[in-house]
């Protein structure tokens, strides 16, 4: 019994010299507090960015900056009649944002589409080259299909096998090829 | 900060400090009341900490999703590096990278956290695979990246990545081991050791390589020749069955006890048997003396003699006396290993049964009655050796007709033969198809062995003869009545039985086409053509080596053949992992030829394709990415591929080099920035994202 307590301290030695809870860290800041609810998953991230995206684009379109604004009108409002857009703040301020987006506009025009996680995604395949067919059980080249498991062989060994399969190893064969039936 | 390991070091460095994987393990031992923290390998120093580890980034994409571990590994590089924070921060500028078009929100998480927390000067991010490019001194060029979790590819002119043409691939090495421990689980179900993901990702550093052709090499992969180079057998720990191995010296004294004892046993019998003999000897004596004595004695007398020994009449004692010297002779003759004398079959005389009854008193009737029963014994003894006799002649004559029949008509003969073994062959076929039909609960098999079940458990059995009016239970009165109880059990001993008969009515018959058949050879026998060595599935499974089910060592060996080109092989045909996706090929041919409009850029791009990341490291990789690419491309273009010189930790280096550079002062963002613009905020650079 003694070695074992002996590695069983050790091990314990070992835990703590790797542990780092009880050192201190002076270079983190001691007020800061993690925002609440910070972890979220691609899912998330990628529903509110696109909840975002949408909202600004709906801005946008009702800012005018589609139809563009006659001239004089921005410049008279801006330059000339200082009571007049003094009397109507709300009225300026809509026309500072025109312009801003305006602009942002114009940049994204010239940069073309910004590179988004999303759409950076290589798009299904259309080679018809790409499209043949591989053995779900043993990946040779697979000239036929089981009409009832829907599973891809080789040949007729390899259909017996199909066939012996057990219930639901099938389906686990489609998954790898990503062809099994999802229920939602 | 890499999804499969982060490294961290000063930018003055020539590789990187530490490199951990993004893990961290925190949990509370309830024994110690202790809370602990682990981080990067250190989790795998306990196996409770092992099993609490977490992921900073989520699983199979590039993209952090728990701070917390995130925190916990920033810590931990911290004070790794040795960060003392005598100003209450890390008070170093920070350079890291991201994946292309990282996501925002993750973005300015990091920066939150850097410069709240750790309260740091300055922070940059860039795109790993574009420092390790500049690294490698790239200027214009098509950058392939294939790193842990996601494969990109970017188009770089002038040392500025155009990132609207980058593309992404949603697989990289993690995925492929991940799809390399699923075919492995399907490939054997009953497998006994655990696989786990991290001995799967060995497996594919290590024994996984790009195919130069991969449909060629494919279809040739399982042939006989050279299997055992392309096979290879990994072997997981196991215990030998220990088989308790006798010596010689124990095995001949449990021999000899055994004989010892053996001998015992038959000296006892022997000895039984000789009192038996000489008591048997004795009552002959005395039984001959008394026959004497019917001469000498007066009738009454000898009659009194008889019945004290319990005899009814001479007759009976005669026979009495036959018996005793015949069982002595016996006796005798096995003891003593005597002459067998044989028994002379003495015709039986009944002469009593021709007698009519009247003649005959009360014993003679019963006498008669005995011996009328003997006779009939007797009579059907001879009956059944004459059938014996007969079935003998019958089996003769039906083997000279038989060999006659194959002396005229050697043609039809095999030809029945032929039929007859295809016969059983297919009923071996039939009683397979009907198993398996069995272990299927929807099959119309086992539904009609439910039918007969509950038929037979009901009391009011509504088969068709019932119905049809007969009220009486006929059940038996036809012999294949019964078999509906064969038809309802499953796997019992009598089919395993009838199994047998059917192998072995087989063989015979394939005997006799081996003899007589010319076209019928040891290859066409039903042995012969389920060899292991002729069968696929074997050398799918097995290699090209016999397969032993009690073998511990063999039942704990995975064999690896085609999954070594299949599983790398995703990358070029995503489909084959059922990813919807274009492979790279697919992908760069799209880059070149139609999104890169500029025919300049175009030629200058082709000069340089440059392969950096983890998952690009297989053997063959370049190889085959620039065989391919000459397949798309027009002819006589230019096209050179390389591959980074350290595809894994280039990126690293890139980034420490350009932190120490002008390009860096033009990129980073301050705190003051960060303070007055938010978390947002994001300076443009070549090797960087671009702002949103």
């Given amino acids: ?184 | 900060m890499g999804s499969s390991s982060t490294r961290a070091g000063w930018s003055f460095d020539q590789s990187p400090r530490l490199s951990l994987p993004p893990i961290m393990s925190r949990y509370r031992d309830r024994k110690l009341s202790k809370t602990y923290t682990f981080v990067g390998s250190d989790v795998f120093a306990d196996q409770n900490a092992r099993q609490q580890s977490r992921n900073a980034f989520e699983a199979g994409s590039g993209i952090v999703s728990n701070w917390d571990v995130m925190e916990a590994v920033l810590d931990y590089i911290f004070l790794k590096l040795g960060i003392d924070g005598q100003d209450g921060g890390v008070g170093r500028p920070i350079v890291m990278t991201e994946p292309v078009a990282n996501l925002g929100y993750s973005r300015k998480m990091m920066t939150e956290i850097i410069f709240e927390c750790y309260t740091a000067p300055s922070l940059a991010f860039g795109i790993d695979s574009l420092f390790s490019y500049s690294y490698n001194s790239g200027k214009t060029g098509l950058v392939v990246s294939s790193s842990h979790s996601s494969t990109h590819l970017i188009p770089v002119v002038n040392s500025k990545a155009m990132l609207s043409h980058a593309t992404r691939l949603n697989w990289g090495r993690s995925q492929s081991a991940e799809y390399l421990l699923k075919l492995l689980q399907l490939k054997y179900p009953n497998f006994p050791g655990k696989l786990t993901s991290f001995q799967a990702d060995s497996l594919v550093r290590e024994h996984c390589y790009v195919s130069s052709d991969y449909v060629q090499e494919l279809s040739g992969y399982l042939a006989w020749t050279g299997l055992e180079e392309r096979d290879h057998v990994v072997q997981f720990p196991y215990t030998e069955q220990i088989v308790i191995q006798k010596s010689e010296e124990e095995l001949a004294k449990i021999a000899e006890k055994r004989k010892e004892s053996g001998r015992r046993l038959q000296e006892q019998a022997a000895k039984m048997r000789l009192e038996k003999l000489i008591k048997k000897e004795q009552e002959l004596e005395y039984y001959k003396e008394l026959q004497q004595k019917a001469v000498t004695e007066s009738k009454k007398e000898f009659k009194r003699l008889l019945e004290s020994n319990d005899f009814k009449d001479e007759a009976q004692l005669e026979k009495a006396v036959r018996e005793l010297d015949k069982s002595i002779r016996k006796a005798r003759t096995k003891d003593v290993g005597g002459p067998e004398i044989d028994e002379e079959e003495e015709q039986p005389t009944f002469p009593l049964l021709d007698v009519p009854d009247e003649q005959l008193d009360e014993a003679g009737l019963k006498q008669k009655r005995h011996q009328r029963l003997m006779k009939s014994n007797h009579d059907a003894r001879a009956r059944a050796k004459a059938e014996k006799e007969k079935e003998k002649a019958r089996l003769a004559e039906e083997e000279r007709l038989d060999q006659e029949r194959r002396e005229n008509d050697l043609e039809g003969w095999l030809q029945e033969r032929r039929v007859a073994r295809e016969v059983l062959l297919q009923k071996i076929k039939d009683r397979q198809r009907l198993k398996a039909d069995l272990s299927n609960r929807k099959s119309l098999a086992s539904q009609m062995r439910m039918k007969s079940i509950a038929n037979l458990a009901s009391d009011t059995p509504n088969s068709k003869k019932r119905r049809r009016g007969g009220d009486e239970d006929t059940f038996g009165a036809n012999d294949d009545d019964w078999g509906v109880y064969r038809s309802i059990t499953v796997g019992n001993q009598s089919e395993d039985e009838e199994e047998e008969d059917i192998n072995t009515s087989v063989k015979n018959l394939e005997a006799q086409l081996l003899q007589y058949d010319p076209n019928f050879t040891e290859q066409h026998t039903l042995d012969a053509q389920s060899d292991w060595t002729k069968s696929l599935m074997h050398a799918f499974l097995r290699g090209p080596w016999p397969f032993d089910p009690e073998s511990q060592r063999e039942i704990n060996q995975i064999h690896l053949n085609v999954e070594r080109i299949r599983v790398p092989e995703v990358v070029f045909q995503p489909s084959i992992a059922g990813l919807d996706q274009a492979g790279i090929i697919e992908v760069a041919s799209d880059i070149f030829l139609q999104r890169i409009s500029n025919a300049d850029h175009r030629s200058e791009i082709l000069k340089d394709v440059f392969l950096t990341g983890g998952n690009t490291m297989f053997q063959g990789f370049e190889e085959r990415l620039r065989d391919e690419l000459r397949a798309v491309l027009p002819a006589e273009s230019p096209l050179v591929v390389r591959r980074a010189k350290d595809p894994i930790l280039d990126a690293w280096k890139g980034a420490a080099k350009w932190s120490c550079g002008q390009e860096w002062k033009a990129a980073v963002v301050t705190r003051e920035e960060y303070l007055e613009k938010g978390g947002d905020y994001l300076k443009e650079h070549n090797l960087g994202n671009a702002y949103q």
């Fill in chain 1, 1 to 184: 019994m003694a070695p074992a307590t002996n590695s069983d301290d050790s091990h314990l030695q070992l835990l703590d010299k790797l542990d780092i809870t009880p050192i201190p860290r002076p270079f983190r800041n001691p007020t800061w507090k993690p925002p609440q609810r910070r972890n979220k998953n691609i899912k998330q991230i990628l529903s509110d960015a696109s909840r975002k995206e949408a909202s600004l684009l709906a801005t946008q379109n009702n800012s005018g900056s589609s139809t563009p604004l006659p001239h004089g009108s921005s410049n008279a409002s801006s330059a000339g009649n200082i009571a007049l857009a003094q009397s109507n703040i709300a009225q300026a301020a809509q026309n500072l944002r025109t312009l801003v987006l305006e602009r942002n506009g114009h940049n994204a025009f010239v940069s073309g589409p910004i590179a988004t996680y999303t759409n950076i995604e290589s798009p299904p395949s259309l080679h018809p080259a790409h499209q043949k067919h591989y053995c779900d059980i043993t990946g040779l080249p697979a000239p036929y299909t089981d009409p009832k498991t829907r599973l891809r062989y080789h040949n007729t060994e390899i259909f017996a096998v199909v066939r012996g399969l057990g219930q639901g190893v099938a389906e686990q064969y489609l998954e790898a090829r990503g062809a099994h039936v999802v229920l939602k």
